[in-house]
C-alpha cells in the first residue's frame, strides 16, 4: 500500500480530514504529523528527519505539506524527501525560492515579472507609528508579510487605531497596502498549470475582510480567459504544483492580492462542488518528477 504523509498544524481541521478521507477513497494510507513532530538530526554522516523519534518521514511515497511558516525546515525536509526520485512532493517548488510564502517577496517577484500588484511599502521596525504612517492616505491595510485566513490583515482608519495596534503587536516586517473600497475579491485554485476553478469571496457588512473563515460569502464564478491566463503565468513564475491566488477587482482592472501555497479550500469546495484533494492527489500519483528539476 502507498504511504502518504500530510505535514501541517492542525490534524483536525477540514482540509487535514478531507485529504485523509480521499487518500483512504484512493487505497493509500495516510499519516498527519505536525512540524513540532519532525526532529532534524545531525547526530550520523547525514542528515535524518523523523516523526517523534520513530519513523523516517522518508519512508512515504507521496508527502502533501500544509504548512510553509518555517522556511529553514522546509528547505531541508524537501531536500530530504527528494533525495529518493521516486518519491512524490507536492509543491517541492519550495527549494527553488524557499520564502516565496513572504507577502513582500510575492510582490516584488511579481513586479519584477510585470504582474499587476498592489502598491505597498514595507519597513523593517514598525514600533512608531511615524515608521508607518506617511506612505498612503487613511484608510489603508497593514499586513504582516506571513499569515493567512485573513490573520494579521488591518485597516487603519487613525493614527490613534495604528498606534494601539502597533503598541499590542510590536511587529516587525510589518507591510502597509494601499486600501481600495470592495466588497468582494477572487480565489483562483490552480493544480499543476491548470486552473481548477475559481470562487468570489464576499464580506460580511461590518468585516472588510472576505475570508470564508471570517464569515464571508462564496460563489462559484467563471473568469473571463485573459485573467485565467494570467494567474496561470504566476503560477508558473512561482514553480507552484499547487497554489491559490487571491485578486481584487478595481475600476476593471485586476491586481493580485497574494498567493497562498498552502490554501484552505473548504469554501471552495462548497462553492464549486471540485473535489480538491482528491485532484491533488491524482496529481501526485502520476506526478512524474519533481517540479524543481
Not at 523519534?53 to 524527501?81: C, G, H, N
Not at 480565489?187 to 486552473?195: A, E, K, P, T
Amino acid at each position: 500500500m502507498q504511504r502518504l504523509l500530510c505535514i501541517g498544524v492542525a490534524k483536525t481541521a477540514y482540509e487535514p480530514q478531507r485529504i485523509k478521507a480521499e487518500a483512504r477513497a484512493l487505497g493509500i494510507s495516510y499519516t498527519f504529523a505536525h512540524w513540532r513532530e519532525l526532529i532534524f538530526d545531525l547526530r550520523g554522516d547525514d542528515l535524518k528527519i523523523t516523526i517523534a523519534r520513530k519513523k523516517d518521514v522518508r519512508l512515504f511515497d507521496f508527502v502533501w505539506m500544509r504548512s510553509a511558516k518555517f522556511a529553514v525546515p522546509i528547505v531541508l525536509a524537501m531536500e530530504y524527501l527528494l533525495a529518493c526520485p521516486k518519491r512524490k512532493v507536492l509543491n517541492d517548488g519550495f527549494l527553488k525560492m524557499p520564502f516565496r510564502n513572504n507577502k513582500f517577496f510575492q510582490y516584488a517577484y511579481l513586479k519584477k515579472h510585470n504582474f499587476p500588484t498592489m502598491p505597498s511599502v514595507m519597513k523593517i521596525m514598525c514600533k512608531h507609528r511615524q515608521h508607518i504612517d506617511t506612505y498612503f492616505s487613511k484608510p489603508y491595510i497593514l499586513k504582516g508579510v506571513h499569515g493567512s485566513k485573513g490573520k494579521r490583515v488591518y485597516k487603519i482608519d487613525s493614527a490613534k487605531n495604528l498606534k494601539s495596534l502597533l503598541e499590542q503587536f510590536n511587529s516587525t516586517g510589518m507591510l502597509a497596502q494601499q486600501y481600495l473600497s470592495i466588497q468582494s475579491d477572487y480565489r483562483v485554485l490552480l493544480l499543476g498549470g491548470i486552473v481548477l476553478g475559481a470562487i468570489k469571496r464576499s464580506s460580511k457588512s461590518s468585516e472588510f475582510r472576505t475570508n470564508f473563515s471570517l464569515g464571508g460569502k462564496v460563489e462559484s464564478i467563471d473568469l473571463p480567459d485573459n485573467v485565467k491566463e494570467m494567474v496561470k503565468g504566476v503560477a508558473l513564475v512561482f514553480n507552484a504544483d499547487f497554489c491559490g491566488v487571491d485578486l481584487i477587482k478595481h475600476k476593471d482592472n485586476y491586481y493580485i492580492l497574494e498567493l497562498n501555497f498552502t490554501p484552505g479550500f473548504e469554501g471552495f469546495e462548497r462553492a464549486t462542488g471540485i473535489n480538491v484533494p482528491g485532484a491533488c492527489l491524482n496529481y501526485l500519483i502520476n506526478k512524474k518528477s519533481a517540479t524543481i528539476v
